[in-house]
């Protein structure tokens, strides 16, 4: 539950940072476009293109579509002329008004073009870098520190102050983005630091809301409301309505988050008061969603469903499909809830009577979220809810459904494990970028000192150079040593890079920029699952549990990397692993089978030792070809797929506790190497009837020595 009201906070601060009443600020362009309008009409062609863009700019709060259309046309005459000035203040514009429109593609567009043409180096080029980092933060942050970065120069290098606050502003936002939270709140602080010295208050408002948002993040709830109310005192000050609830309905989400439901509830009311006076409608939803989210950890489940079902039909009607996403799955989640209070809700207009129909009730709900997730690309909430999912069908007695639902969660937690190395992996090379950027920067101040000091002043020059020379002894040996951290943090990256793919694979990837797919023809996969594993999860305590995994897969690593076997993934308590690729193994099966029996003899004496404390193992082999290579963009796996894992997986369901089961193609490869017990011609799902082998108990790893 914290986690979904938490995203709505990070969602609803963002308008805070548009300085002011709209209402009144829309009454104010409306009448600049008239006046601009009889302006155009008054004067020449030669000041139209001046007077055009002015009208691109004034209608972006008015009709972002017209802010386009004058904006062509300003960009069209500037062209005749070859007015490169205008040419790029167009640019702007236009770009300006597809980002009111929610189109950043369009918006980039222009203002990469506008920058292209603006080589002076002035106060709008200033701006015109941070429009372009804060468009990359939703896009691609690393990219935006680089654009934040260059604003951030250039702006000091002009001494003008509020585009360094701004840009201070624009870094720390990309850093939140990549999850640095330290990094991310050094810029705030020194943003906050230059828009007090300059008493712009709204700008304050705005570095305070960006600070309480990281401790908000980092779970610091405590901090987080500090910040939000010193916010509050700002706008209170100014009478700025909107500002006001909006940061109302803020610190309401953090006394959800905090289990304060009493305040929760004040804050949460009075902000929905204010949105539904000022007409707000975003506003309504996300306070009439923390007020059901306090009433559902207060059990008055009728009450909570009532207010999820009007946010839910907000929201839809909206179009704000994420939103929407959120509220099915706290709707799931509630009628879960009342499935296991079942005997103390009583059944209701929105609570039907008994708990198979509410647990439907459930699974009705969940599955509209995991749908609309599943089209938004949300891997985070899709995990939360099948997860969700599998409790629910727990509880309707759909153990195999649970089963998979469960699974389906565990790859996506995968998933976002494996993001969150890449993320750490993309900071690590930002912030040596950075600092390289900084050295270079003192370095060119310190030429500039210099050659300064020898033009005025020959003798103190002469002082001055041997100061220059000693400061660059220094910065030698400071960038020997940020070389070293650098080298040292590559090393890391590498070594990250390698805990995800195959060394062959990460190479290519990192000389290409890209790895190809690759068929292999004579490989040999081994799947292994943990027998009763759903019932030993219910015996042991969840720590327990996982410590035990960890430990059976790190010792299972260990031996198949004495054969050369490569790791794939693991999948809850599966375990997939295959030998002969990337590099290829002339004795492919042999390597495979020999650690299959190490493994099974770990798991055998583990079992011995702990009894029921650990699990019971089986085994799947089998031979063939297998297709390789890597999955998605952003959060990427080295995977295998092809009839051959498929196989291999049959033969693991198929076998037995504690036994290695082989197929005709795997038994062929090794025979005469390993005692084997043929078992018939067995039923295999999917596949038919398959000749199958256990490898003999009595067989010893002597053979491979030969």
């Known amino acids: 539950m ?243 609830a909006l940061t109302t309905g803020n610190i309401a989400g953090m006394y959800v988050n905090k289990g304060d439901y009493t305040r929760a509830l004040e804050y949460s009311f009075k902000a929905l008061k204010m949105d539904q006076e000022l007409g707000r409608e975003f506003g309504i939803a996300t306070n009439m969603f923390h007020i059901a989210s306090v009433y559902t950890s207060q059990r008055n489940y009728q009450t909570a469903l009532e207010y999820y079902f009007k946010t839910l039909e907000m929201y839809e009607r909206q179009g704000d499909k994420h939103s929407a996403t959120v509220t099915l799955g706290n709707i799931g989640e509630c009628y ?33 979220g995991i749908a609309l997730s599943k089209e938004l690309g949300d891997l985070a909430d899709l995990q939360a809810m099948s997860q969700n999912f599998s409790d629910e069908q727990a509880l309707l007695g759909d153990y195999a459904g649970a089963l998979e639902s469960f699974k389906i969660s565990e790859a996506l937690n995968d998933s976002l494990f494996g993001q969150e190395i890449k993320e750490k992996i993309i900071n690590l090379d930002t912030k040596r970028e950075i600092e390289l950027k900084n050295k270079q920067i003192e370095i060119d101040k310190l030429d500039l000192t210099k050659k300064h000091s020898e033009r005025n002043y020959f003798i103190a020059g002469i002082a001055l150079l041997l100061l220059v020379i000693l400061f660059i002894l220094r910065n030698y040996y400071l960038q020997k040593r940020s070389n070293e951290r650098i080298s040292k943090e590559k090393q890391r990256n ?83 692993a295959v030998c002969g690729m990337p590099v290829t193994d002339a004795r492919h099966a042999e390597h495979i089978v020999a650690a299959a029996i190490e493994i099974n003899e770990f798991m055998l004496n583990r079992r011995a030792q702990l009894k029921d404390k650990t699990f019971e193992l089986r085994t799947g082999i089998h031979s063939g070809s297998v297709v390789a290579g890597i999955v998605g963009v952003k959060k990427f796996a080295y995977d295998i797929w092809g009839d051959t894992v498929n196989t291999a997986a049959r033969m693991e369901a198929h076998g037995g506790k504690g036994k290695i089961n082989i197929s005709q193609m795997t038994y062929e490869l090794v025979k005469g190497k390993f005692d084997c017990v043929y078992r018939g011609e067995i039923e295999a799902k999917n596949k038919g009837v398959m000749k199958m082998y256990f490898v003999s108990d009595k067989t010893t790893k002597a053979t491979l020595n030969g």
């Open 336 to 368: 879960l809830a009342i499935a296991r209070d079942t005997g103390r809700v009583p059944a209701s207009s929105l609570i039907p009577a008994g708990k198979y129909e509410v647990l439907k009730k459930a699974t009705e709900y969940t599955k509209r």
């Open 494 to 576: 590498e070594e990250l890079l390698l805990n995800i793919l195959p060394a062959e694979v990460a190479d290519e990837l990192k000389i290409n920029g890209t790895a190809q797919a690759m068929h292999f023809d004579n490989v040999t996969v081994m799947f292994t699952d943990f027998a009763s594993f759903t019932q030993a999860g219910e015996r042991m305590p969840p720590q327990e549990l996982v410590d035990e995994l960890h430990a059976c897969f790190k010792a299972f690593d260990e031996i198949i990397t004495k054969y050369g076997i490569e790791k794939i993934k693991t999948i809850g308590d599966s375990y997939l």
């Open 2 to 244: 914290t986690r979904r009201v938490l995203k709505f906070l990070l969602l609803a601060l963002l308008p805070a940072l548009g300085w002011g009443s709209c209402a009144a600020q829309s009454h104010l362009d409306s009448l600049r476009v008239d006046s601009l309008v009889t302006q155009l009409t008054a004067n020449s062609m030669d000041i139209g293109v001046t007077l055009l863009i002015d009208l691109s700019l004034a209608y972006k709060a008015v009709d972002p579509g017209k802010g386009v259309k004058y904006g062509q046309d300003a960009l069209a005459l500037a062209e005749t002329t070859k007015d490169k000035p205008n040419m790029a203040n167009a640019s702007r514009a236009i770009g300006t008004n597809f980002q009111a429109l929610s189109d950043p593609t369009q918006a980039l567009n222009y203002f990469l073009k506008a920058l292209a043409l603006s080589p002076a180096e002035d106060t709008a080029k200033v701006k015109l870098l941070g429009d372009i980092s804060y468009l990359f933060n939703a896009m691609d942050p690393a990219a935006g520190i680089k654009y934040g970065t260059q604003e951030l120069a250039l702006a000091q290098k002009l001494r003008y102050k509020q585009g360094m606050a701004d840009a201070y502003g624009k870094l720390g936002v990309n850093s939140l983005s990549l999850s640095d939270y330290t990094t991310a709140l050094e810029y705030h602080f020194a943003a906050l630091k230059i828009n007090e010295e300059l008493q712009d208050k709204m700008h304050i408002a705005g570095n305070l809301g960006n600070i309480g948002n990281i401790y908000s993040n980092q779970g610091d709830y405590d901090k987080a409301l500090e910040y939000y109310f010193k916010i509050l005192k700002i706008f209170e000050a100014q009478n700025s309505k909107g500002n006001i």
